[in-house]
């Protein structure tokens, strides 16, 4: 079956850790995405890549970072920087690329939790 | 740029009834319009969008939405609730441009017996 598929879906780090979460689709993609989710603020775009080997910051890139060297393939990695990394990470894809806006596919979400 | 508002942060409805779910967006040309749902834990899920065309649009489950451009609003409605429609529901505009989309901060569904 198509789809994205995030690991883990649970992970705990701690406080002074860098942690990468996986994100991988086999839907043809051009375009990836992540987004964070935090109670009662709705989805926040990290990172975003619309192309392999490039990718551009979203409206909280900070502590962030990502890779695109591969199509099907967009890790992302939270760093030390990351004041407050504790929430549930979407990753998701779109056919489009530098196109209209198109219908994003996400994966199930990874829940990471600083102790 | 772009915006999205969800006004209502919960919603209680008892199941058989009806329901709408409001959503206004700000944006300077045509936007493209999705609605999309969440189950706790999980992934979104469209239900249903809208580029150009007619300005109801069907979607999955027996979910309605219609672009009201004179409001700036895509409401979400469904005649009917049933216990299984219990989720968070977020609204997102996206743009012409190409770029990801903005999301609202999303309505919690509660569905009473």
């Known amino acids: 079956d198509g789809g994205i598929t995030q690991s883990p879906k649970y992970l705990f780090r701690k406080e002074g850790q860098n942690v990468t979460l996986s994100c991988e689709q086999n839907?043809?993609?051009?375009?990836m995405y992540w987004y964070r989710q935090d109670p009662g603020q709705g989805l926040r775009l990290i990172y975003y890549?619309?192309?392999?080997?490039?990718?551009q910051k979203g409206d909280i890139a900070e502590g962030y970072s990502v890779s695109r060297e591969k199509k099907e393939s967009f890790p992302l990695t939270v760093t030390s920087a990351q004041k407050n990394p504790t929430a549930f990470y979407l990753c998701a894809s779109s056919t489009v690329a530098g196109g209209p806006s198109g219908e994003l596919f996400f994966g199930e979400g990874s829940r990471l939790t600083v102790l | 740029a772009q915006s999205v508002t969800q006004p209502d942060i919960h919603i209680t409805v008892s199941e058989g009834a009806s329901l709408e779910l409001r959503c206004n967006y700000s944006y300077g040309a045509t936007p493209y319009l999705f609605w999309y749902v969440q189950s706790p834990g999980q992934g979104l899920q469209l239900l249903l969008k809208y580029f150009s065309g007619d300005t109801l649009v069907q979607g999955i489950k027996g979910f309605e939405a219609e672009f009201k451009r004179s409001q700036s609003s895509f409401n979400l409605r469904k005649p009917s609730v049933h216990w299984s429609d219990a989720a968070e529901y977020f609204c997102?505009?996206?743009?012409?441009?190409?770029?990801?989309?903005?999301f609202g901060k999303g309505t919690s569904l509660l569905v009473t017996p």
């Open positions: 890549s619309q192309i392999v080997n490039d990718f």
């Open positions: 839907l043809n993609h051009d375009a």
């Open positions: 997102a505009v996206g743009a012409y441009s190409g770029y990801a989309l903005n």
